[in-house]
């Protein structure tokens, strides 16, 4: 990189619309961590040819590194599609999946890995990201739901899955009767 970096910089003084040197160089100042260097590199290489795909997805990454999550989720988002197999596929799911995380769109994260699942599905650092974002989604859908029908059978329903799974079968049993008592119809009871 050290003797390539200034070769491909003098081919881009010559002619800047060379898409090659123009990836090639940006490829190189990311792996470096120059992040703020490569991005004018990968988005001119992108934006001559859309189709670079693992161009798109470093040039987003640099973009996450720096913190600009507009242009970093734009790129990531439309590269990631295109990334099966490929080892940028982890760095780029894990980015959005913290965009989207920080956002508070936790649907959109656990695609997202769901999505990474299927192509890596005994990875142990997806599969707990995709169990926290799960287990995410579960409380923030019974919060939903304690807050804006607390006396409803769902709601009982649910207190009583809780009070199941940590073992305190009496105060379930109460909450599936309540359940029952409000609505004997409601599925899985």
């Given at each position: 990189?050290?003797?390539?970096?200034?070769?491909?910089?003098?081919?881009?003084?010559l002619?800047?619309?060379?898409l090659?040197?123009?990836?090639?160089?940006?490829?190189?100042?990311?792996?470096?961590?120059?992040?703020?260097?490569?991005?004018?590199?990968?988005?001119?290489?992108?934006?001559?040819?859309?189709?670079?795909?693992?161009i798109?997805?470093?040039l987003?990454?640099?973009?996450?590194?720096?913190?600009?999550?507009?242009?970093?989720?734009?790129?990531?988002?439309?590269a990631?599609?295109?990334?099966?197999?490929?080892?940028?596929?982890?760095?780029?799911?894990?980015?959005?999946?913290?965009?989207?995380?920080?956002?508070?769109?936790?649907?959109?994260?656990?695609?997202?890995?769901?999505?990474?699942?299927?192509?890596?599905?005994?990875?142990?650092?997806?599969?707990?990201?995709?169990?926290?974002?799960?287990?995410?989604?579960?409380?923030?859908?019974?919060?939903?739901?304690?807050?804006?029908?607390?006396?409803?059978?769902?709601?009982?329903?649910?207190?009583?899955?809780?009070?199941?799974?940590?073992?305190?079968?009496?105060?379930?049993?109460?909450?599936?009767?309540?359940?029952?008592?409000?609505?004997?119809?409601?599925?899985?009871?």
């Amino acid at each position: 990189p050290d003797l390539a970096i200034p070769e491909f910089e003098a081919a881009l003084a010559l002619d800047p619309t060379n898409l090659d040197a123009q990836a090639n160089l940006g490829v190189l100042l990311y792996f470096r961590g120059e992040f703020a260097k490569a991005v004018p590199h990968l988005r001119i290489a992108v934006k001559s040819q859309p189709s670079l795909w693992k161009i798109q997805a470093l040039l987003g990454l640099a973009e996450h590194h720096l913190k600009d999550g507009n242009e970093a989720l734009t790129d990531l988002e439309s590269a990631l599609p295109h990334l099966k197999g490929e080892k940028v596929q982890l760095p780029v799911g894990n980015a959005l999946i913290d965009i989207y995380t920080a956002a508070g769109d936790l649907e959109k994260a656990s695609g997202v890995a769901s999505g990474m699942l299927e192509s890596n599905p005994t990875d142990p650092t997806l599969l707990l990201t995709s169990y926290r974002l799960s287990s995410d989604l579960a409380n923030q859908s019974m919060l939903t739901l304690a807050v804006s029908a607390p006396q409803s059978a769902e709601s009982h329903q649910v207190m009583a899955i809780e009070l199941s799974r940590r073992g305190d079968w009496a105060a379930a049993l109460s909450n599936y009767r309540e359940a029952i008592r409000i609505n004997p119809k409601l599925p899985g009871l």
